[in-house]
């Protein structure tokens, strides 16, 4: 019987240590593959270990979506890895690779490929079930090849294992050019929703299983990463592959966009034929307003479990940890309760990158006082449902659209919860001022979206959080990725604004077309297509703020050398007068250079492997 000895990683000679720990992956410690995939029950293992490897995405210690950008910053890494911040900072090296998905992934990959070898010996499950799982797998290889392009760009492609008598010059594979992986990546995507269910029908032990829905949609994800400036076109990463064969096309393709508009408007007929639609909040014993209800449709979209929004969630990574730490001591009664920090602070940049109520950028709206954004007003009876009844704030939080206070919590704003409706008082000495080394918030900003409306701090050190599947697509994203090809493909089309207008309408905001033609300076901006592709850059930054995005739209669209070395402000945190509180302060300068976009391949696994090329800058 063939002992399961080798990874992918082996074979690619990139991760040594693997080998030693494989056995610890293989369900209930079944150690050939022959038992593995003898009854129905042994392969179920086995599918769930080819599941075990999605990344913990919630999780801010390995997400450098959320912790290796400019949307959060602490004064100190506390309560999570301290890596998660090194790639923020800008401390990346070849000898010293942060948050790489390299081992990991290639291990993935290694157990896909056992599973699809081997299914077929199971004798006891109905060809039906079996068309399933495969299809899950084959889903799950493709994502986990795409999670390696997205860190590394051209990479080996995994499509099937090396047998143990692979010599050892088969064993140093070499990278692939861009478009061969994209093609693989789409394709096996799109064989897989072909035997994918519809939708999860046991709800009760099913969820977090990949569905026709998901893999469609990913895949929309994955032609759209394709077309953008990063890979399509790109002159600044040039890299030789076998014979001097391009693993970069630097020739810019405008197919790839009608590719990509192609499969966003495949997977969202599919999503609304499967019931998926934008999240409205509605609970039945609350008495709400509009403004209230419509802050609770745009916070509940992200937290409530399983709502119609979400397209595929996450449920191999908890929302805890990232809540206690994003959630401030909000009940002014238990402010000894030490559980949740608050101390994953939203930088100044990303409460600036909100629209005025206008629905317009605030340097843009021709109504709203840009330049005098930092100066001090007090709330008025007609502002308490969003700004506490006569607190002193910064200009900057008044007239702002419903998605800047439901992602947000800031000095002075109200929070609503569940058992009570609260509000932020920030500033030294109040309440949810610094307590000690370890809860200090740096830059007077809570996510507040990430943060579930039925939380409770409760007495002594106990609080309870609700936990939610992390959402790796939303219904809202996928609009939005829609109107982004679309204008790329054919320009500033009908279609491509009803898109947008459908994401706004959630927001209470005006159409783009009539925001702009009213309220902005520059009226005609949603007209041509460097217009309104600005426009739909800045709705997807603040739709799916705090989500992840962020980070890896500013690498695709390559506008990271010019966002990420923006210094990072806050406001002075430790004054307790509001007039000195709220001068904007310097935290940290970063610094991305070109070669950032791509993460470094190990040195290790250049030396074992002199087939693989590094890449650009490093």
Not at 22 to 44: C, G, H, K, S
């Amino acid at each position: 019987m063939k002992k399961l000895i080798y990874i992918a990683g082996c074979l690619l000679m990139l991760s040594a240590s693997g080998c030693k720990n494989f056995l610890d992956v293989v369900p209930d410690n079944v150690p050939t593959i022959d038992n593995a995939f003898t009854i129905r029950q042994e392969a179920m293992k086995y599918l769930f270990t080819c599941y075990s490897y999605l990344p913990r995405s919630s999780d801010p210690s390995t997400n450098p979506g959320i912790s290796g950008g400019d949307e959060f910053w602490m004064i100190r890494p506390y309560a999570i890895d301290d890596r998660a911040f090194q790639l923020a900072m800008g401390y990346m090296s070849p000898s010293a690779v942060y948050l790489s998905g390299w081992g990991n992934n290639y291990r993935a990959l290694r157990d896909c490929n056992i599973f699809l070898e081997n299914i077929g010996k199971v004798v006891d499950m109905p060809d039906y079930e079996r068309m399933r799982w495969i299809a899950e797998v084959k889903f799950l290889k493709a994502y986990y090849h795409w999670l390696l392009f997205r860190q590394y760009g051209p990479i080996a492609l995994v499509d099937k294992n090396l047998p143990t008598s692979a010599t050892h010059e088969e064993y140093k594979v070499r990278r692939t050019p861009v478009d061969s992986v994209i093609s693989y990546i789409s394709n096996q995507m799109l064989e897989a929703a072909q035997n994918l269910p519809p939708e999860i029908a046991d709800r009760s032990s099913e969820l977090g299983r990949i569905t026709q829905p998901a893999a469609l949609a990913l895949r929309a994800r994955v032609l759209l990463t394709a077309a953008s400036p990063l890979f399509n076109g790109n002159p600044d990463h040039v890299l030789p592959g076998k014979e001097n064969e391009k693993l970069f096309s630097t020739t810019y393709d405008a197919t790839k966009w009608d590719r990509a508009a192609e499969a966003c408007k495949l997977a969202i007929e599919n999503a609304h034929r499967n019931k998926h639609k934008l999240y409205t909040f509605s609970d039945i014993g609350t008495t709400l307003s509009d403004t209230m209800t419509t802050q609770m449709s745009i916070r509940n979209a992200v937290c409530e479990d399983w709502n119609p929004e979400i397209i595929w969630g996450n449920s191999n990574s908890s929302s805890w940890n990232i809540q206690r730490i994003c959630m401030p001591r909000l009940d002014p009664d238990r402010l000894a309760n030490e559980q949740v920090l608050g101390s994953y602070a939203p930088t100044l940049k990303i409460a600036e990158q909100f629209y005025t109520d206008h629905g317009v950028p605030i340097n843009e709206d021709k109504n709203w006082d840009y330049a005098g954004r930092y100066n001090l007003r007090k709330a008025t009876a007609a502002e308490k449902e969003l700004i506490q009844e006569g607190y002193t704030t910064a200009s900057l939080h008044y007239n702002r659209e419903l998605r800047f206070y439901a992602s947000l919590g800031f000095d002075g704003g109200v929070w609503y919860m569940k058992n009570k409706t609260f509000h932020i008082e920030n500033k030294l000495g109040q309440w949810q001022s610094r307590k000690n080394i370890y809860d200090y918030n740096v830059t007077g900003y809570y996510a507040k979206k990430l943060i579930h409306w039925k939380n409770e701090i409760q007495a002594e050190q106990s609080v309870h959080i609700e936990q939610y599947a992390w959402p790796e697509m939303r219904l809202s994203d996928l609009y939005l990725m829609y109107a982004e090809a679309l204008n790329e493909s054919k320009g500033p089309v009908a279609e491509a604004l009803e898109y947008i207008n459908r994401v706004r309408a959630r927001a209470k905001l005006p159409t783009v077309q009539d925001a702009w033609t009213n309220w902005s300076r520059n009226p005609g901006k949603y007209t041509t297509k460097e217009g309104l592709r600005a426009i739909i850059h800045q709705e997807r930054l603040i739709e799916l703020a705090f989500e992840g995005a962020r980070f890896w739209d500013l690498r695709r669209w390559k506008t990271a050398t010019e966002e990420l070395n923006k210094p990072v402000m806050g406001w002075d945190m430790l004054q307790e007068k509001a007039e000195f509180y709220y001068r904007p302060r310097l935290i940290w300068r970063q610094s991305f250079q070109m070669r950032d976009y791509l993460w470094p391949i190990y040195e290790n696994d250049l030396l074992m492997n002199e087939n693989l090329v590094q890449n650009p800058g490093w």
